[in-house]
């Protein structure tokens, strides 16, 4: 059963994505997907969406690949724009209801990896974690005052720092344009104060360092780095991980898409949980896929999008009792 999800989900998406009825109608999209065909949003609602593919006998290939399965993905399809103009994209069509289906639209581009505008996806997501961080502090500030023992009070303290941090990563998205802050990065450290955050849970689990000692600093936005490990790592222990193992190497020659980076960080986020899913492998970094009831499916789309947003990437190994997230960023010049 696909996780529930709303239009106030998908709205805030970088990734394009629309509704559709069976007959392939468009019921609603995204200002996403809105802007990469060049349409206003409410003059492409009702109509065919086939209509804006090039490539002959579409509705009827998805309308075979969906009576079997309740997934179909199309690679590298031709769709036209509203001023005449084409663009190449793949094309992820799901059955998310009996009567709906939910299409994400992947434009293809050759400046994949450039330093772009932050997408709406983490704009949106910076803008809805004000509030909640502003009351989180003001709570953990009342608690430090109150407290008499000195491990809740600095525990209390490190609620608060947490809270500056996201709040000052919020706005950094939110004023500058959403480009990274780009600088000089310590991925022990970075992992250090995720540790930190992990061993202030009720159920912390046990860290395992395997870091690689000569390991030379990277260059990031150690902030949303942070963040994107956290994820990884809080993930795992929702999942049952009662072990997470925190390695760093440097990775030679590694091939990401069209691009060879001649060196390369790689951080690996390792856990000893149940290991995710089949159903959900090939899905599993796409927005609104997720494998817990009440989970939203944003937070490996959101984490994928920060590596990628630093030229690098995140991939997934997975078994039982050992689920391997990579991180892969850049040391040195990429080409082709």
């Known amino acids: 059963m696909s996780a529930p ?57 998805v309308a075979r690949v969906l009576a079997e399965q309740p997934q179909v993905r199309l690679r590298a399809v031709t769709l036209h724009t509203l001023h005449g103009g084409s663009l190449c994209a793949d094309l992820d069509l799901q059955v998310r209801a009996p009567d709906t289906l939910l299409l ?6 050759d400046n994949a990896g450039t330093d772009t505008p932050l ?4 704009r949106g997501f910076a803008h809805e974690v004000k509030n909640p961080l502003a ?8 608690l430090q005052r109150r407290v008499e023992d ?25 004023r500058h344009g959403g480009r ?38 990277g260059t990031g936005d150690a902030d949303r780095l942070q963040q994107l490990l956290l994820n990884l790592a809080r993930n795992a222990v929702e999942a049952g991980a009662q072990t997470l193992t925190f390695r760093t190497r440097i990775e030679h020659g590694l091939r990401l898409g069209d691009r060879i980076l001649r060196t390369a960080l790689r951080v690996d986020v390792i ?22 009831a009440d989970g939203t499916g944003l937070g490996l789309a959101l984490a994928r999008e920060t590596a990628h947003e630093h030229g690098g990437e995140l991939r997934c190994s997975s078994r039982p009792g050992n689920t391997v997230f990579s991180l892969y960023l850049p040391l040195g010049d990429a080409h082709a």
């Open 5 to 61: 999800f709303s239009t106030d989900d998908l709205g805030i998406l970088a990734t394009g994505i629309a509704l559709l009825d069976r007959n392939l109608r468009v019921l609603w999209l995204n200002d996403a997907l809105a802007e990469t065909l060049e349409v206003g949003v409410r003059s492409l609602r009702g109509q065919d969406f086939s209509a804006l593919v090039a490539e002959p006998g579409f509705a009827e290939q």
């Open 104 to 109: 994400e639209v992947h434009a293809l581009s």
């Open 119 to 122: 997408s709406a996806t983490l």
């Open 135 to 142: 009351g989180l502090r003001g709570a953990a500030q009342l």
């Open 150 to 174: 000195a491990g809740l009070a600095d525990l209390a303290g490190m609620v608060i720092a947490e809270a500056d941090r996201l709040a000052t990563l919020a706005d950094r998205l939110l």
């Open 180 to 217: 990274p802050q780009l600088g000089p990065v310590d991925m022990h450290a970075v992992l250090g104060r995720v540790e930190a955050v992990l061993d202030g849970q009720t159920q912390a689990p046990r860290i395992v360092h395997d870091y690689d000692p000569s390991l030379p600093a």
């Open 271 to 292: 856990d000893d949980g149940g290991g995710v899913p089949e159903t959900l492998r090939d899905t599993l970094f796409q927005p609104l896929v997720s494998g817990r």
